[in-house]
Antibody, heavy 122, light 109 residues
Framework: QITLEESGPTLVKPTQTLTLTCTFS??????????VGWIRQPPGKALEWLALIYWDGDKRYRPSLKSRLTITKDTSKKQILLTMTNMDPVDTATYYC??????????????WGQGTMVTVSS | EVVLTQSPGTLSLSPGERATLSCRASQSISSSYLSWYQQKPGQAPRLLIF???TRATGIPDRFSGSGSETDFTLTISRLEPEDFAVYYCQQYGSSPTLTFGGGTKVEIK
């Protein structure tokens, strides 16, 4: 069974750094074509892609947030980490991690975590 | 930078009716990399269609996708009660790597 699960703080203060962890099982991030992404959704709003890390270690970021985002992987722990610096109340959202298989699913996310809600408030 | 614009914002229909949702790209994209998702309240999105027209595993055949270049369509042939939800299109590959549309809500009339 393939699963992804997000974890991290539910509340952060403005200007703080957020670190989220995506723990996955049932697949390997060393398999060619596999990538894991982070997507967020502010309350009542649309999905917004943040970052993507590929099986070969390549990384891509949303251009408008690139200076604030870092995505890393720990293959042995089967975890993907996302850090976002200088948090602001507008960053309040549900944060999802999701898997894609570029060659099979053409960059679409076939498996999603359940999401974790992060509120930015003092 | 590719922007995906979905229309209409809200579609009010009755069960049994046909739903046609549009996703327009600001520039031509490969149809191979256009996907559709369904999202219900409090749930993560679910992949419906990838490659513009290929149904994901377990997706009923009342869902179909079509289109090319800048104009893509998701069609639900006959709405079932469980189909009332928000639908998103997504592209991969064109700068900025990955983009979601703003969503279309399909609500019960």
């Amino acid at each position: 069974q393939i699963t992804l699960e997000e974890s991290g703080p539910t509340l952060v203060k403005p200007t703080q750094t957020l670190t989220l962890t995506c723990t996955f099982s049932g697949f390997s991030l060393t398999t060619g074509g596999v990538a894991v992404g982070w997507i967020r959704q502010p309350p009542g709003k649309a999905l917004e892609w943040l970052a993507l890390i590929y099986w070969d270690g390549d990384k891509r970021y949303r251009p408008s947030l690139k200076s604030r985002l870092t995505i890393t992987k720990d293959t042995s722990k089967k975890q993907i980490l996302l850090t976002m610096t200088n948090m602001d109340p507008v960053d309040t959202a549900t944060y999802y991690c999701a898997r894609t298989r570029i060659f099979d699913y053409r960059g679409s996310f076939d498996i999603w975590g359940q999401g974790t809600m992060v509120t930015v408030s003092s | 930078e590719v922007v995906l614009t979905q229309s209409p914002g809200t579609l009010s229909l009755s069960p049994g009716e046909r739903a046609t949702l549009s996703c327009r790209a600001s520039q031509s994209i490969s149809s191979s990399y256009l996907s559709w998702y369904q999202q219900k309240p409090g749930q993560a999105p679910r992949l419906l269609i990838f490659g513009a027209s290929t149904r994901a595993t377990g997706i009923p055949d009342r869902f179909s996708g079509s289109g090319s270049e800048t104009d893509f369509t998701l069609t639900i042939s006959r709405l079932e009660p469980e189909d009332f939800a928000v639908y998103y299109c997504q592209q991969y590959g064109s700068s900025p790597t990955l983009t979601f549309g703003g969503g279309t809500k399909v609500e019960i009339k």
